[in-house]
């Protein structure tokens, strides 16, 4: 095979409508990725479906293509490959997904680089340029030789962030529609939820970028506004205070978004830093208000703590967006509709309920995938919207309609109409006059700007939520045919599950 001198990278768009719609971000890998190939002299574009559509005349002068996946992307990803495969070109996977179904990646594409890529593909491209030799001895490859499915050794994780390119961004075509800066700090959790998949990509152990590494590429960015993609922003709390000081000294402080856990409340010093380095929004995986629901999660967190975290972040000015999972085991309709009202007694600003799911390389994927219980392996159902797999209280026909239900409940009509002319618009009005009676003009104006917000997204929810609902009406109606289990069956011995893929 020539000589590898153009490389395009795409990222399937997620079927459907999904919470973050309005607010597109691209993954940082295909980013990364891309500048280290330029780096090497080589030709690199990024399609992001998000922002620009796949413009094949270009894709297809190409010499090696490579496609990143999560489950629900997966089957687009499949389309795209046989497509670029049948004009002769090779075409490589890497992602969460695939990491995990290497063996059906294989199928559709020459390459599967599973884990942290960075190394893996620019080993995989000097191989071709000599002539596709020796492949077994490419860690973190998996390819077909003969019929057969090869899987090379693992490859260790990067453990020097730093050794790393900043992600050039503008490698992405329509990349000057990306309004929000993403910015990664670190890789790894310690947290090893069920459901979560991030363990089994990045690992337990946490590696973390340099302070000075990240307020750097922060300052090269030209976005009014930065979301940071850490799981947890504030694994290490010590380091987030001395980023934050720093950020703040260099003049990188524009408005920031993290995730991070309800707990973090507990250091105040770190809240008023936040504060102060304009800190407007945070992501929270508070995932239930039902405490045996936590317990099974392994969340090793209170609701009151939970609680506690909204009123103290609302202190300080920030505005809380709660990530709710519903369909544990312990789930019914009662503790699921507890967190509905959990997050509207605590005035939560914005919220997501997904319907949890049994992503590949989880736990929870294999402990179902033994007991008989997904419903299907259409990997594009797999987004959080759509039940997959048989709940053990409840029917999935049910879960999928509670899970509709949680998220028009807080995105109705009537909240809307009580946020403008309720009970609770007499209390902001009075509090906004009590604070522009005390001077407190910063704050008066934070009460209107929170405000304002939680109206526009309780309208926006509103439409997206039934829209939705309506793409979703046939997987909801084939969830309706399928019988409850005896519960104490599945508490004992596995059942068969009806495949209505």
Not at 51 to 58: A, K, R, T, V
Not at 202 to 225: H, N, P, W
Not at 318 to 333: K, L, P, Q, S
Not at 455 to 464: D, E, K
Request: proline fraction near 5%; hydrophobic fraction near 35%; include cysteine.
């Amino acid at each position: 095979m020539a000589r590898v001198r153009k490389v395009t990278l795409i990222e399937p768009r997620p079927p459907g409508y999904h919470v973050y719609s309005l607010f597109p971000l691209p993954r940082l890998g295909l980013p990364i990725m891309g500048a280290i190939l330029k780096n090497r002299g080589i030709d690199v574009s990024i399609y992001c479906q998000d922002f620009h559509p796949i413009d094949y005349d270009d894709v297809l002068s190409s010499d090696l293509v490579g496609i990143s996946t999560t489950t629900s992307t997966a089957p687009e990803a499949y389309r795209i490959a046989e497509r670029i495969k049948q004009a002769g070109i090779p075409v490589v996977f890497g992602g969460p997904h695939v990491t995990f179904a290497a063996d059906e990646a294989v199928e559709h594409g020459d390459y599967c680089v599973r884990g942290e890529g960075e190394y893996t593909l620019t080993e995989l491209i000097d191989a071709i340029d000599e002539g596709a030799g020796d492949l077994r001895s490419i860690k973190g490859l998996s390819f077909k030789s003969g019929g057969e499915v090869i899987h090379n050794e693992d490859r260790g994780r990067v453990t020097d962030l730093d050794a790393l390119p900043f992600p050039d961004i503008s490698l992405i075509k329509g990349s000057e529609r990306i309004s929000i800066s993403p910015i990664i700090t670190s890789r790894g959790c310690p947290y090893d939820c069920s459901f979560c998949s991030v363990t089994g990509m990045f690992g337990r152990a946490c590696r973390y970028r340099s302070i000075d590494s990240v307020v750097e590429e922060m300052l090269t960015r030209e976005q009014k506004m930065t979301f940071f993609y850490d799981d947890n922003f504030v694994m290490d709390p010590r380091r987030t205070k001395a980023l934050l000081e720093l950020m703040i000294s260099k003049g990188a402080d524009k408005p920031w978004s993290a995730q991070i856990r309800a707990d973090t409340v507990r250091d105040r010093e770190l809240i008023k830093l936040f504060q102060k380095s304009n800190c407007w929004v945070v992501y929270i995986g508070f995932e239930s208000a039902d405490e045996e629901t936590l317990k099974e999660y392994n969340k090793r967190e209170t609701v009151e703590e939970m609680a506690e975290a909204v009123c103290i972040l609302h202190e300080h000015g920030i505005i809380v967006h709660g990530m709710f999972v519903i369909g544990a085991e312990n789930d019914t309709t009662q503790s699921i509709r507890k967190s509905v009202n959990f997050a509207m007694k605590h005035q939560i600003d914005t919220v997501q309920f997904m319907a949890l799911t049994p992503l590949p390389g989880t736990a929870y994927y294999h402990e179902l995938e033994r007991q008989d219980r997904l419903l299907t392996r259409d990997w594009q159902l797999y987004d959080g919207h759509h039940v997959v797999y048989q709940p053990r209280d409840i029917s999935p026909y049910e879960l999928q309609r509670e899970a509709f239900r949680a998220m028009k409940c807080f995105y109705s009509i009537r909240e809307c109409i009580r946020m403008l002319i309720g009970p609770d618009s007499f209390r902001f009005f009075a509090k906004l006059n009590l604070n522009l009676l005390r001077g407190k003009w910063k704050r008066a104006r934070w009460e209107i700007e929170r405000r304002v917000r939680r109206w526009a997204y309780s309208a926006y929810g509103h439409i997206l939520i039934r829209r939705v609902e309506a793409a979703n009406r046939e997987w909801t109606q084939a969830l309706a045919k399928v019988p409850q289990r005896i519960r104490e069956t599945l508490k004992t011995t596995p059942g068969k599950a009806e495949d209505n893929a």
